[in-house]
């Protein structure tokens, strides 16, 4: 689904270069669940901005289901970005002048889907993170968890193959945190790949895999869940 290598990417402000990423290799299958840890710097928000296609890179190679990323101009990208990746952001980033129905419809305004096939979409997203009955409220009238719950809504609507999440759960306390991570994993049952950089170590443990950067490169791959034939090979 997501296969980068010997990615880098270096940022230049007036005398200064920061080495972002050194060579970084990452090939993630359709309907894994990766979390993304390492240290504050290492490079773990470059990577996902990279990954959603919302920053360029400077050398290697980044293929999104199949497409060579180098190759796309401006248009291509962003029509890839919409109609593959979703975002759900530490921030939730709603728009607070809006209803949840309409920060929900946002993205697939930009599509320019037609009106009933937007107001499915969004009354299902919504159905899909239980917030169905609150569609006319205001996001200042949800708790943080629900309001992250909108911002997931709000990725699924566009049905992406890829969910991106950045600190999905660093503004919330511990039980709300737990919920969105069951609500993600539940997405992931569904088929969507999800790449979430995390913090806390709870959470990161609970994905299929955790990819560790440091320096900007992707430094061990810890397989957590064994496989089925592992599981066998061992005594009862
Ligand atoms: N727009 C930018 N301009 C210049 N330097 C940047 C920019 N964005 C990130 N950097 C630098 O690139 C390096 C990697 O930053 P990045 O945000 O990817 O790290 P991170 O692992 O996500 O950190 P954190 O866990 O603190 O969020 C850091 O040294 C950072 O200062």
Redesign the pocket.
């Known amino acids: 689904m997501l296969r980068m290598n010997d990615l880098s990417?270096v940022?230049?402000?007036h005398m200064?270069e920061?080495?972002?990423?050194r060579g970084l290799d990452i090939h993630v299958k359709e309907g894994e669940f990766v979390t993304v840890t390492?240290?504050?710097?290492?490079?773990?928000?470059?990577?996902?901005?990279i990954a959603g296609l919302l920053e360029e890179f400077d050398s290697g190679d980044y293929f999104l289901d199949g497409v060579d990323v180098s190759k796309l101009n401006d248009d291509a990208r962003s029509r890839l970005r919409n109609e593959k990746l979703g975002f759900v952001f530490q921030g939730f980033n709603l728009i607070p002048d809006l209803d949840l129905f309409d920060n929900v419809d946002v993205p697939l305004r930009y599509r320019g889907l037609p009106a009933a096939e937007r107001k499915e979409r969004i009354e299902h997203a919504l159905a899909e993170v239980g917030l169905a009955s609150r569609m006319k409220h205001y996001p200042s009238e949800l708790s943080g968890g629900q309001q992250q719950r909108v911002a997931i809504a709000r990725a699924l609507a566009g049905s992406p193959k890829v969910l991106l999440a950045?600190?999905p759960t660093g503004n919330l306390d511990t039980q709300m945190a737990r919920s969105v991570m069951e609500l993600l994993e539940q997405i992931n049952a569904r088929g969507t790949t999800i790449l979430m950089?995390t913090?806390d170590p709870e959470l990161a443990a609970r994905a299929q895999r955790i990819v560790h950067?440091i320096d900007?490169c992707v430094h061990d791959l810890v397989r957590r869940k064994p496989s089925l034939v592992e599981d066998a090979a061992q005594p009862a």
Do not use: C, M, Q
């Open positions: 990417k940022y230049r402000t200064i920061t080495h972002a990423l390492g240290p504050s710097g290492s490079g773990k928000t470059t990577f996902l901005n950045d600190e950089v913090h950067i900007g």
